[in-house]
DNA sequence: GATTGTGAATTATTTCACAGCT
DNA sequence: AGCTGTGAAATAATTCACAATC
């Protein structure tokens, strides 16, 4: 696969992401190309930047046709690591880790939920479609059982920083953290925070400086 | 307050949050002056960038001493629109819904959900907390009634756009988005879009690129 | 002595323009 | 004729360095 040696920018991942998405619906209403253009407006950027963006990975298109469809899905998948099954954990069974675990994109996409925990004992030993939901105390054991590679947090903030560096020590790799709280991890594990806080707040800071017009 | 006429980036907004958090962290710990070096640590990003992103706004620091903490709380609480309340309506009452509306954050940080909405007939007409679920047929009425503002979307992909609009059209101003569907709006609208599939895709890819050491 | 506020320098990202295929 | 691939130009964001202030 064609694979830069140079830095790629969180930016440029997420609008490969918004291509591969773009690419399935294209693909589901029977067309065969899709040009730079087509594929900017239903991802939300601009011609140029697509075709920028897919050249740091390699020459997909065809010059006067653009680019195939299905080819450059597998393409996409291909960059973005969705070829194999990643096995991933789920630290908090409340209702932020109910939704995310019913959640059809996990199965469709090959991330698959292999351990859930929570310290709650009425909790503990429910089981969510085929997994059981463990003790939290359990942790260490059943990551490396499991070999997980990924963890999610849904947990409350007070708790995720500690628990946090015990799934790495257990070997994990990545972490999505819904926890309101920052984590300071050795630099080779890459993790990524999503904050609803966050996302409230960038509205209402873009209502309150658009509204006095 | 200081209110810049540039453009802000998305990026600098998201830092401001951080920075609250960890100001309110430092409040919580009885702190009554944090440098922009301590502030850096807390929100993960360095000191010049702290100082450079609160000077876009003002000059709130008292220099050999730091940032008073109470006083820049309330800045920042200014500068993000917190000082208010806004009104929030919540579309599909599904798992995501659910989880979002036991969220403490919204009433703590004034969004107030007036208004909930689902097209399921077996949800109609439940209460969550003081909010009757409403069908989704009784938008117009029911958003204007309220004066809703912000529209948060945990519906499935397909009916999102669609949605969206007749929001937008009611006069809703921004909208934060868990749909994976991209909406087109007119420019004044405000969205925000919190894609799962995005986030974990960005996690994959990073692990495909480092693993193969 | 410590730390802010900020113009200047640097680095990163996006946009442009057009040669090169199909 | 149409559209990609890409080096060059323009723009944006971050980092630096240091004078100003407490």
Redesign the pocket.
């Known amino acids: 696969m064609p694979s830069p040696d140079r830095?790629i920018?969180?930016?440029?991942v997420r609008r490969l992401s918004a291509y591969l998405r773009s690419l399935e619906a294209l693909e589901a209403s029977g067309a065969e190309m899709?040009?730079?253009?087509e594929?900017a407006r239903r991802a939300g950027?601009?011609?140029?930047?697509v075709?920028?963006d897919?050249?740091t990975f390699?020459?997909?298109?065809?010059?006067?046709?653009?680019?195939p469809v299905v080819p450059l899905i597998g393409s996409l998948e291909a960059i973005l690591g969705l070829t194999r099954e990643w096995r991933v954990a789920l630290l908090g069974a409340g209702r932020v880790g109910a939704a995310l675990h019913t959640y059809p994109f996990f199965r469709e996409r090959g991330f698959r939920i292999v351990a859930i925990f929570d310290n709650d004992p009425e909790k503990v030993g429910l089981r969510w479609d085929d997994t059981t939901i463990r003790h939290i105390d359990e942790l260490e054991s059943v990551l490396a059982g499991e070999a997980v590679e990924i963890a999610i947090l849904t947990v409350p903030a007070a708790p995720a920083p500690a628990l946090a560096d015990r799934v790495v020590r257990a070997g994990v790799g990545a972490i999505l953290n819904f926890a309101p709280a920052r984590l300071e991890l050795p630099p080779h594990v890459v993790v990524n925070e999503v904050n609803l806080a966050m996302e409230l707040e960038l509205l209402s800071f873009a209502l309150t400086r658009s509204e006095p017009r």
Chains 1, 2 share one sequence.
């Open positions: 830095k920018s969180e930016s440029t899709a040009s730079s253009g594929l950027t601009t011609a140029p930047q075709r920028k897919l050249s390699g020459s997909f298109g065809k010059r006067g046709l653009g680019y």
